[in-house]
């Protein structure tokens, strides 16, 4: 947890109601924790800053399960509750969320490999 607290802004204690705070290409966004279960490796958050305009709401679960071969899976759920008519966009929505799953899945593999932010994660945070 130690080399997670340089590279983030989380609280270490991780309980609900804690803020995170990320810089996107998008710009800077906020995260409050909504749920954290050690014992059933899940974590949930809202956003509270830095949503697109055409979302009311976002929130994400994140799980890791075992499979049968003994490697871990990592299952992320996003909710999106749009504005006035942002639902037109969802198609496209989906695609950038898409994007942006892969993105943090890649992230976090590296990050479970080798114990340190990726290289393009780290050099962000400088």
């Known amino acids: 947890m130690k080399r997670f607290r340089k590279y983030s802004a989380i609280n270490p204690t991780l309980s609900i109601g804690v803020v995170r705070s990320t810089e996107t290409t998008g710009g800077p966004t906020k995260q409050e924790v909504t749920a954290f279960n050690p014992d059933q490796y899940m974590l949930s958050y809202k956003a ?25 899976k990592l299952i ?36 479970v490999e080798n114990g340190k932010p990726h290289p393009r994660k780290a050099a962000s945070n400088d």
């Open 76 to 111: 992320m759920n996003f909710e999106i509750k749009f504005k006035g008519i942002g639902g037109i966009l969802t198609p496209i929505v989906r695609m950038k969320l898409g994007k942006v799953a892969d993105d943090l899945l890649g992230d976090f593999k590296f990050y």
């Open 48 to 72: 509270i800053a830095g949503a697109p305009f055409f979302a009311k709401a976002i929130n994400a679960t994140w799980t890791l399960t075992k499979n049968q071969d003994a490697s871990t």
